[in-house]
């Protein structure tokens, strides 16, 4: 696994609680579509529906990459990401889901927030 390079900007973002679950769906959507550039999907612009349907459809395969499913608990690489949101805990969640699901870093990025915002431990059970 190739440790990320995430900008100091992108880790406060993640980090502060302004930033809510709405703007990282639609943060989510936006990336996916600058990661897609096919004409039809550029044109649709719903970035929110198409990052909540993407991050729905993918809460399974996540969950696998971050959960242990018999502890129904987040896997104990992951488990210092309960109750610390560093910068180097951040970098370990993005890097592993961008390995994980095989997404770019921006996608890997809104993914890691939403996750963090649901908070692991509810995720995982």
């Known amino acids: 696994m190739k440790k990320m390079n995430i900008s100091d900007k992108k880790i406060e973002m993640i980090q502060n609680d302004l930033f809510d679950n709405n703007f990282w769906v639609y943060q989510l959507g936006l990336s996916l579509d600058n990661e897609d550039l096919s004409v039809d999907k550029r044109l649709s612009f719903d970035f929110y529906s198409r990052g909540k349907e993407y991050f729905e459809e993918i809460v399974g395969r996540l969950k696998t990459i971050l959960c242990d499913d018999k502890a129904m608990a987040p896997k104990e ?32 990025i ?16």
């Open 77 to 108: 690489k992951f488990e210092l990401l309960v109750n610390d949101n560093s910068k180097s805990a951040i970098v370990l969640l993005v890097t592993a889901i961008c390995d994980g699901l095989d997404v770019a870093a921006e996608v890997g």
């Open 110 to 125: 809104s993914i890691a927030a939403l996750a963090l915002r649901k908070g692991l431990i509810k995720f995982c059970s």
